[in-house]
């Protein structure tokens, strides 16, 4: 196309458009092309919430774009149960914060990025597939087509679960709190994976509603999708104890695979295009599981990070630089290895079977809850 710019993004999520807003913050003519092969969390933004820390908290608001209401519920205790009474709770007021986090509604955040887009005059939203850029940030999500064509490897290790997703409305107020189990059948084989499920609070700070993400044996999901919404709110509810109290479905239920991926490299030269670069963002560059939550908020801080840098450049370097954008590279990197590292680390400890392994992991539960100042350290460190 004639139109030339000085960086071009391919993916329109969260991610997306939070970069966009970010480089026309620094003067720079952006375009927003919307691609076949993006994707939004892996298309099920109608039924999530995510978990936002403070530094994405920050992050959206320095482009006005945090949701207000009850499209926002901040959490003030978090609450995780082991398979065999281990237990351990965190909470705001321990930290001496406001808020653990903040669960935000997907939709609520995505239409006020796409207003934000709108009403910025340097971001030009494109339906085709290239733009004349020095610079291509590749934000399409795990099943990037952009990605695959550049021929960047994406390795991926498949978890023996699916994530189901729903929200649903629950007879007791959610009271602010994410409650989280993972529980382990007593006849498990090494061929089994622990059922994790989190009911995470949405609607604002006085709702009933919740939004769930149970992660399951595959054989295990497809069962849970093929039952009455009726059969699926009652084992729900029995499978979080009634914690909640009666369950009913709100929503259509969703259902994905999960892995731990990592893209190599994440920058390079596109072939064919010389002088021109590219950078993976967001979920094109890594995924991990979610039982932790922090999905959006690495993949945030990855846009943070690249516009930090490509701000900071010397004034004599161009956006292309390799040498540049290995900076974001490195300095992200490194970080999403560490995370990607524990959630694995977790999601393996709740997996193995047996009698021997189910002490085990609920002592720790139980000592880390104990142990006082590293809690608050780890807390802390999970909060930014």
């Known amino acids: 196309m004639a139109d030339h710019f000085d960086i071009a993004i391919r993916g329109c999520g969260i991610v997306g458009r939070t970069l966009a807003l970010l480089l026309a913050n620094q003067r720079l003519?952006?375009?927003?092309?919307?691609?076949?092969?993006a994707s939004s969390a892996a298309g099920h933004s109608d039924?999530?919430?995510?978990?936002?820390n403070a530094a994405a908290r920050e992050l959206l608001a320095s482009v006005r774009c945090w949701p207000e209401g009850t499209a926002v519920t901040p959490v003030l205790q978090m609450q995780v149960f082991g398979d065999r009474g281990g237990a351990l709770n965190f909470s705001a007021r321990e930290q001496g914060v406001d808020a653990l986090n903040w669960m935000v509604d997907v939709p609520a955040l995505e239409a006020q990025l796409?207003?934000?887009?709108?009403?910025?005059?340097l971001i030009t939203e494109l339906n085709e597939d290239t733009a004349n850029a020095p610079l291509t940030v590749i934000c399409e999500g795990r099943a990037s087509r952009t990605r695959a064509e550049l021929g960047v490897a994406f390795d991926i290790k498949a978890y023996a679960q699916h994530a189901v997703a729903a929200r649903l409305h629950c007879a007791l107020p959610h009271g602010q709190t994410a409650r989280q189990w993972f529980q382990t059948e007593?006849?498990?084989?090494?061929?089994?994976?622990?059922?994790?499920?989190?009911?995470?609070?949405?609607?604002?700070?006085?709702?009933?509603e919740v939004a769930l993400v149970w992660s399951v044996p595959p054989a295990k999901a497809h069962a849970l999708m093929a039952l009455t919404e009726s059969e699926f709110a009652q084992s729900l509810t029995q499978a979080c104890h009634h914690s909640l109290g009666a369950m009913t479905l709100r929503s259509e239920r969703a259902v994905w695979p999960l892995q731990l991926?990592?893209?190599?490299?994440?920058?390079?030269?596109?072939?064919?295009?010389?002088?021109?670069?590219?950078?993976?963002?967001?979920?094109?560059?890594h995924a991990m599981h979610p039982l932790a939550g922090q999905?959006?908020?690495?993949?945030?801080?990855?846009?943070?990070?690249?516009?930090?840098?490509?701000?900071?450049?010397?004034?004599?370097?161009?956006?292309?630089?390799?040498?540049l954008l290995r900076r974001y590279a490195r300095a992200r990197q490194a970080d999403v290895q560490a995370m990607a590292w524990v959630t694995?680390?977790?999601?393996?400890?709740?997996?193995q079977p047996g009698a021997l392994w189910s002490p085990?992991?609920?002592?720790?539960?139980?000592?880390?809850?104990?142990?006082?100042?590293v809690k608050r350290w780890a807390t802390a460190n999970a909060m930014r």
């Open 344 to 351: 694995d680390q977790l999601q393996n400890l709740f997996a």
């Open 295 to 323: 999905g959006l908020n690495v993949g945030l801080a990855d846009v943070a990070e690249l516009a930090r840098v490509l701000g900071a450049r010397e004034f004599w370097r161009p956006l292309n630089d390799l040498k």
């Open 114 to 121: 796409a207003s934000a887009v709108r009403f910025q005059a």
């Open 47 to 52: 039924v999530r919430a995510y978990s936002l």
């Open 360 to 373: 085990v992991r609920n002592w720790g539960l139980n000592a880390f809850n104990q142990s006082g100042p």
């Open 186 to 208: 007593a006849s498990a084989t090494a061929a089994d994976q622990a059922d994790i499920l989190a009911l995470l609070p949405i609607g604002g700070e006085t709702s009933h």
């Open 261 to 285: 991926a990592q893209a190599s490299p994440w920058v390079g030269s596109l072939p064919g295009h010389s002088g021109r670069s590219f950078a993976l963002a967001g979920d094109a560059a």
């Open 29 to 37: 003519r952006v375009a927003l092309i919307q691609t076949a092969g």
